[in-house]
């Protein structure tokens, strides 16, 4: 299994000098599994990136991608009208979700019709499958098997934790800490995983001001990691106001704790 990173921020995108060595683009994470189809962890801004990849490598013959949200905050899915595959006549998007808020659709479409943007989705040329999920309920994608758990956030959230071929990785973004059954949640689906994606959008010491905003702090994902027993833990969903000095200086003091935390950059290929 390999994790590849498209977007690592929260909240916006911050295309802004001293911000691009870490990255610009909001959250998602693309996943390859040999015998498994393409998965995508969230459409941020960094799914239009790897659209454009995908549909390059895949020429002129079919595409099919299954996509996982988390949740439906704008920095979850502000990428979705300009995911490339979206518009390919031979592709297949199967896009998963919680079902909410008066349904799937309703809630994917908002964004795509007048005066917002200028194609509905009901003109797209591809494929499109909507897929609703249970959390503790597995999806099943070849030698692929995705499970939901809940997560504590400001609307309902999902997080994933993915197994094959004996390895495993959790994709834990949007999670605050402090209510025990969301963090026993987290807990258990990291359990002896070999990679834990996790939310650190906050220091210590600026959560004290943004108790209730539904993110955690990088001390509490370490923590997690170290409970869970997790050998490697990203740092992701990045602050807005973070530059990249700001998160030097946090994957240093994460290190210091836990000898497999890394900094979640765009572009990082992690192999599981």
């Known amino acids: 299994m390999r994790l590849r990173f498209h977007g690592v921020r929260g909240s916006i995108p911050t295309p802004e000098k001293g911000f691009m060595g870490v990255g610009?683009?909001?959250a998602c994470v693309e996943v390859a599994v040999p015998g498994a189809p393409v998965v995508v962890m969230d459409a941020g801004t960094g799914a239009r990136g790897l659209g454009n990849e995908l549909v390059l490598a895949a020429g002129n013959g079919p595409l099919d991608v299954h996509l996982f949200l988390t949740h439906y905050h704008w920095d979850h899915i502000q990428?979705?009208?300009?995911?490339?595959?979206?518009y390919g006549p031979h592709s297949r998007l199967t896009i998963y979700g919680?079902?909410?808020?008066?349904?799937?659709?309703?809630?994917?479409?908002g964004q795509m019709h007048a005066p917002y943007f200028p194609v509905s989705w009901g003109a797209v040329p591809s494929e499109v499958r909507l897929r609703p999920l249970t959390p503790g309920r597995a999806v099943d994608l070849g030698p692929l098997s995705v499970v939901p758990f809940e997560l504590c956030h400001t609307q309902?959230?999902?997080?994933?934790?993915?197994?094959?071929?004996g390895a495993s990785a959790v994709y834990a973004t949007d999670h605050e800490h402090g209510a025990d059954r969301f963090d026993d949640n987290l807990r258990a689906a990291a359990a002896g995983a070999d990679l834990l994606v996790c939310d650190a959008q906050y220091t210590p010491e600026e959560y004290e001001a943004r108790r209730g905003w539904g993110h955690t702090t990088w001390r509490e994902a370490v923590r997690f990691a170290t409970d869970a027993g997790a050998a490697r833990l990203a740092l992701f969903h990045h602050d807005p106001s973070h530059d990249d000095v700001t998160l030097a200086g946090v994957e240093r003091e994460a290190r210091a704790i836990h000898a497999g935390a890394i900094l979640a950059t765009e572009g990082l290929d992690v192999a599981v």
């Not at 990428?79 to 979206?86: C, H, I, Q, R, W």
Request: aromatic share 12%; net charge negative; proline share 9%.
């Open 98 to 109: 919680w079902e909410t808020d008066g349904g799937l659709e309703a809630l994917l479409t």
């Open 79 to 86: 990428g979705l009208p300009y995911f490339a595959p979206l």
């Open 24 to 26: 610009g683009n909001t």
């Open 156 to 165: 309902p959230t999902l997080g994933f934790r993915m197994s094959a071929h």
